[in-house]
């Protein structure tokens, strides 16, 4: 696990997805492409359906956030029926808008399974209001809070699919870093007993 910009964006690789990454990138693309290739102003978001995979990758994000976080308050829903949305692009097909997850998502997690080209960047924005590029990483998830605005970067050079997959945790009250993440990334944090350390 690293903290990429402290304390709200972390990557964590997920090796014990390595051999699921092919099927999640076909599912994806195959999903893509009866869902939305005879509308291309749809964007290329793609609701995918369930599958074993997802759903492993459901289980692994809910427990990194339970490991991660206290004072999470779980809208039911979600912890029962985790759902996924894939992001498919090549450099002739792409849409790049900032945007964020704050309705649907405290903690939005972006797992990446298939990236050809590594121009195909994650911007997002810190709290200063400063533009960060970063360059995510195959077999790596991105934990960040759904209030941060974000845009994929698309790629520069490739046309195999760049895929990327989206899923939401929504909870009644905002998530709180544990101390012992705080500590292992040397997270800035509020000294006062009274309040949490560090909000999200």
């Given at each position: 696990?690293?903290?990429?910009?402290?304390?709200?964006?972390?990557?964590?690789?997920?090796?014990?997805?390595?051999?699921?990454?092919?099927?999640?990138?076909?599912?994806?693309?195959?999903?893509?492409?009866?869902?939305?290739?005879?509308?291309?102003?749809?964007?290329?978001?793609?609701?995918?359906?369930?599958?074993?995979?997802?759903d492993?990758?459901?289980?692994?994000?809910?427990?990194?956030?339970?490991?991660?976080?206290?004072?999470?308050?779980?809208?039911?829903?979600?912890i029962?029926?985790g759902?996924?949305?894939?992001?498919?692009?090549?450099?002739?097909?792409?849409?790049?808008?900032?945007?964020?997850?704050?309705?649907?998502?405290?903690?939005?997690?972006?797992?990446?399974?298939?990236?050809?080209?590594?121009t195909?960047?994650?911007?997002?924005?810190?709290?200063?209001?400063?533009?960060?590029?970063?360059?995510?990483?195959?077999?790596?998830?991105?934990?960040?809070p759904?209030?941060?605005?974000?845009?994929p970067n698309?790629?520069e050079?490739?046309?195999?699919?760049?895929?990327?997959?989206?899923?939401?945790?929504?909870?009644?009250?905002?998530?709180?870093?544990?101390?012992?993440?705080?500590?292992?990334?040397?997270?800035p944090?509020?000294?006062?007993?009274?309040?949490p350390?560090?909000?999200?």
């Amino acid at each position: 696990m690293n903290v990429l910009i402290p304390p709200h964006l972390f990557e964590i690789p997920l090796p014990q997805l390595e051999d699921a990454e092919r099927v999640i990138t076909k599912h994806a693309v195959d999903q893509y492409n009866n869902k939305h290739s005879q509308n291309v102003h749809k964007g290329y978001n793609v609701h995918l359906d369930p599958t074993p995979e997802l759903d492993k990758l459901w289980r692994i994000f809910v427990r990194l956030c339970d490991t991660m976080f206290t004072n999470l308050d779980p809208v039911l829903e979600d912890i029962k029926f985790g759902e996924s949305w894939a992001y498919v692009q090549n450099k002739d097909k792409n849409v790049s808008k900032w945007h964020t997850h704050v309705a649907t998502a405290s903690i939005n997690g972006v797992y990446y399974p298939n990236i050809p080209d590594p121009t195909g960047t994650l911007s997002v924005l810190d709290i200063w209001n400063t533009e960060i590029k970063v360059p995510v990483k195959q077999g790596h998830l991105y934990l960040f809070p759904g209030w941060m605005l974000h845009k994929p970067n698309p790629q520069e050079y490739s046309i195999e699919p760049r895929v990327s997959i989206n899923i939401e945790l929504l909870t009644y009250s905002r998530p709180v870093l544990r101390d012992n993440v705080i500590k292992k990334n040397n997270i800035p944090h509020n000294t006062h007993p009274s309040f949490p350390k560090v909000m999200w």
